[in-house]
Structures are given as structure tokens and as C-alpha cells.
């Protein structure tokens, strides 16, 4: 996170259609995606992307409380 800047300063977008949360920090963008067959978060950085794999068996919770936090809107992620 670049320095001074606090998680709450960043704004979040929830993609509820998707189910996807996505965001960006300096030059990096972050979509976390939970669906039932993939969950995990997808990390852009220029024209690298990585998808870091979550193991559904170990879910807890969900991403539906997301929206009643400040600093989340409603739209859509953009994805690959």
C-alpha cells in the first residue's frame, strides 16, 4: 500500500451480479472473487495477472455484508 494511504482511503467495488469485490492499490488491481466453482483473488499489475486460488472447502462467510461499508459501491469488475 503506498505510504500515508490507509484501507479505508481506497475505494471498493462490489459486483454483485458476479459476486466479486474489486479494487486498486498504486499500480496493482485486486478482484476477489467468490463463486461457487472459483474463489480467489485475481492480481493485475500492467500486463501480468495472477490468479492466487482459494480452496472452497475452507470458506467461511461470504462477500454479501460488503456493501454496507463506506467505502464500497456498486458496479462491475472488470474480468478475465
Known amino acids: 500500500m503506498p505510504p500515508g494511504k490507509k484501507y479505508r482511503d481506497h475505494i471498493l467495488t462490489f459486483d454483485e ?6 479494487f486498486g492499490i498504486g499500480n496493482k ?16 499489475q500492467g500486463k ?20 454496507t461499508a463506506k467505502n464500497v459501491k456498486s458496479g462491475s469488475c472488470p474480468m478475465k
Open 17 to 22: 451480479k458476479n459476486n466479486r469485490v474489486c
Open 29 to 44: 488491481n485486486y478482484t476477489v472473487i467468490d463463486q461457487p466453482k472459483r474463489l480467489g483473488v485475481l492480481v493485475k
Open 48 to 67: 501480468r495477472v495472477t490468479f492466487l486460488a482459494g480452496d472452497p472447502k475452507t470458506r467461511m462467510g461470504d462477500l454479501t455484508e460488503i456493501n
